[in-house]
């Protein structure tokens, strides 16, 4: 028995429309590809919303000591702070030889350690802390 050539591409169109229609395909991001009765449309949704920083990446007032280190900056967050101190730690050569941990304080650094000649690199954040006000 001979079935003809019609057939089967009728059948397979059939299946492939019904398929079409039911699927929707996350691609990359925030594109869409939705395909419905065998045509596709590219949709796109809304970008997020960017948040305010929170934690430490929120800009904080600092100490008058503080200002001073940073050369007037009167609101920065904790992490450009840090960032400020080990640049000024690198450019001026203050880690201990012997041991990298320990920051050998010049007297910019001793103002905002509380006077301290020689700091663990782990007691920085906390010594940090008094120097952002509420």
Do not use: Y
């Not at 591409?9 to 991001?29: I, Q």
């Not at 050369?71 to 640049?87: N, S």
């Amino acid at each position: 028995m001979a079935v003809p050539l019609g057939f089967f591409s009728a059948l397979s169109t059939v299946e492939t429309a019904s398929f079409l229609r039911s699927s929707s395909v996350r691609l990359a991001g925030n594109v869409r590809m939705a395909t419905f009765a065998g045509s596709a449309k590219a949709v796109t949704t809304t970008e997020p919303k960017k948040r305010k920083p929170r934690g430490i990446m929120k800009p904080r007032r600092v100490s008058p000591e503080m200002q001073a280190f940073l050369g007037g900056l009167p609101e920065i967050p904790r992490t450009q702070v840090l960032k400020f101190i080990w640049a000024h730690i690198k450019q001026h050569n203050l880690q201990d030889p012997e041991d990298k941990k320990v920051i050998i304080c010049d007297e910019k650094l001793k103002k905002i350690f509380g006077g301290r000649d020689r700091v663990g690199f782990l007691e920085i954040a906390g010594l940090i802390s008094p120097h952002f006000l509420k």
